[in-house]
């Protein structure tokens, strides 16, 4: 069964879910406001089994859906449809937690704003979890993209020097658990050929469900 928290951001951030058989091309206002970084994400997409439903504008559905006659045009051709011509769809795996692994903490909150974060971390607006050296300098550190109040999505970054210590698996599993916390379901996207995101996706507790992202933004 799918989890009540899970169904209901699917359903608040597409504008619909779930949907039967087929590609479902669905409106929502949501693709015509900023996201939670102040960007646009003009269609969004979730495949699950033998399901898709494709989020775009309202006024864009029916173009839309006259593009998804021809599937094998349909992503190429979707950024131009949506009004951002030369922008990138991002074909990513899409994970969710209930049960993130048993993991030790590792990192503290503090705010995005904290003098020597790198730059992607400042586009948050609430508390990231970081682990810094003992000098002070940043070695990694996750930010929750919360979407809605049901599903937050998790990002991590960790410096070259840092990587192989196994903190970043540390850090998606002590945020995950604060999501869970809070109310919302934890997801995790990441591109479908980065191997080493997809190991710190199961060593922190979240499967491949065979799940895929799809989203026009830029690259």
Not at 43 to 51: D, W
Not at 75 to 90: C, D, E
Not at 140 to 165: C, F, N, Q, W
């Amino acid at each position: 069964m799918l989890d009540r928290r899970l169904h209901l951001h699917l359903a608040t951030w597409l504008g619909q879910w779930p949907a039967g058989r087929g590609l479902h091309v669905v409106g929502s206002w949501r693709r015509t406001r900023p996201a939670w970084d102040g960007r646009l994400r003009p269609a969004v997409a979730i495949r699950a089994g033998a399901s898709t439903v494709l989020s775009v504008p309202p006024d864009r559905v029916p173009a839309v859906r006259e593009l998804a006659r021809r599937p094998e045009r349909l992503l190429h051709a979707l950024p131009a449809q949506v009004g951002h011509t030369g922008w990138a769809v991002h074909d990513d795996v899409f994970r969710w937690s209930v049960a993130p692994a048993p993991l030790p903490d590792v990192g503290e909150w503090i705010p995005p704003g904290t003098v020597g974060l790198p730059s992607w971390m400042r586009l948050f607006d609430r508390a990231v979890l970081v682990v810094r050296d003992d000098r002070g300098r940043y070695l990694a550190g996750v930010g929750i993209k919360r979407h809605d109040r049901y599903g937050h999505e998790l990002a991590v970054g960790t410096v070259p020097a840092a990587r192989g210590r196994g903190l970043a698996r540390r850090l998606v599993a002590q945020a995950a658990r604060r999501v869970l916390d809070e109310g919302a379901v934890p997801t995790y996207l990441h591109d479908r050929r980065n191997a080493a995101s997809a190991r710190v996706a199961e060593a922190a507790g979240f499967p491949d469900r065979g799940w895929r992202s799809y989203g026009v933004y830029p690259s």
